[in-house]
């Protein structure tokens, strides 16, 4: 079980002033953290569990593709600024 004097020294680590309340609070729900991490300490990892997995790719083949470049210039024409082939964008830092 955490002690309050473990909750102040965290909080003085994290840098955060609490109240009574909170300290109350926080060292209940850091309680029932270590709880759980002590389920999974019992937890068996010598032969793990076979994953069973049934997705398939749910794509549809391309059948009919276009020629590539067939809509490069028609695209290019509608931005609003290019350089040769490509679209001319403001820099983003």
């Known amino acids: 079980m955490i002690t309050l004097q473990d909750i102040e020294k965290l909080a003085t680590l994290s840098r955060l002033s609490l109240t009574d309340t909170e300290k109350e ?3 209940g729900e850091i309680d029932s953290i270590l709880g759980y991490i002590d389920i ?4 068996s990892t010598d032969k793990p569990a076979p994953v ?4 398939k ?3 549809r083949d391309d059948s009919h593709p276009h020629e590539s470049g067939m809509y490069t210039e028609r695209l290019l ?6 350089d040769g082939q490509y679209v001319k964008v403001k820099k983003i830092l």
């Open 25 to 27: 609070k926080y060292r």
């Open 40 to 43: 999974l300490k019992k937890v």
């Open 52 to 55: 069973m997995s049934r997705n």
């Open 57 to 59: 790719n749910v794509l």
């Open 77 to 82: 024409k509608l931005a609003p600024k290019r």
